[in-house]
């Protein structure tokens, strides 16, 4: 229960992380730093900030509007968790072991 809570918690950070890089990038400042034109269009023909409410952000082959990215993202960093919290156990399962070996040596040899 410890671990689930410790992994809603890195979500629930990682989602304040993601809403207000978007926020960001939504504002004039926040198109400037990236490089992005700032208006609707600019007179050499290029085209302004990709909609992203409307799906056209990103790639433009794929089906779907940005709750679909978001939604993949929030899985991929699950996955991550997950994996990390696996590796994590192991790890200290992997010690335990060798504690307990070390200290049944040390008891064998007195």
Do not use: C
């Amino acid at each position: 229960m410890k671990t689930l809570g410790r992994i809603l918690i890195i979500l629930l950070a990682a989602a304040f992380v993601i809403g207000g890089t978007y926020a960001l990038s939504q504002t004039s400042a926040g198109q400037a730093l990236v490089g992005q034109p700032m208006g609707e269009g600019d007179s050499d023909g290029q085209a302004g900030p990709p909609d992203f409410a409307h799906g056209q952000g990103g790639n433009h082959g794929e089906r779907g509007g940005s709750w679909e990215a978001v939604i993949r993202n929030l899985i991929e960093m699950v996955m991550i968790i997950v994996a990390v919290q696996v590796l994590w156990s192991i790890g200290r399962r992997i010690k335990r072991l060798a504690e307990k070996n070390n200290r049944l040596q040390w008891s064998r040899g007195s």
